[in-house]
């Protein structure tokens, strides 16, 4: 079993940074492919972007290609999301996700663990 925590979620203003982190625990991410999802109020679960377990592959959403950096620290076992650039469309709740198929996938039911998300708020 994985337990993921987010944090670093808050209020920022339209062309803004934030870093949402997610510090795992149970088991070490180096066995992981990690992802981050997020989901706005009335809308559907959304993928951000995945990280393979060696970071040898990352994958982004197009809506946040060039903006969002994701990033692992297998040794801190924590998972980082740098948002830059930040609009008013990326407000949602982020969600940080661990998959067994370590390779890394944009598909949510691929994800075994999930956080339970940090609120990201984005006054244009």
């Known amino acids: 079993q994985v337990q993921l925590v987010e944090s670093g979620g808050g209020l920022v203003q339209a062309g803004g940074s934030l870093r949402l982190s997610c510090a795992a625990s149970g088991r070490a991410i180096s066995a992981y492919a990690m992802g981050w999802f997020r989901q706005a109020p009335g809308k559907e679960r959304e993928f951000v972007s995945t990280?393979?377990?060696?970071?040898?592959?990352?994958i982004y959403a197009n809506s946040v290609k060039g903006r969002f950096a994701i990033s692992r620290d297998n040794a801190k076992n924590t998972v980082y999301l740098q948002m830059n650039s930040l609009k008013p469309e990326d407000t949602a709740v982020y969600y940080c996700?661990?998959?067994?198929?370590?390779?890394?996938?944009?598909?949510?039911?691929?994800?075994?663990?999930w956080g339970q998300g940090t609120q990201v708020t984005v006054s244009s």
């Open positions: 996700a661990a998959s067994e198929t370590i390779i890394g996938t944009t598909s949510w039911n691929e994800y075994a663990y």
């Open positions: 990280i393979s377990w060696n970071d040898a592959l990352t």
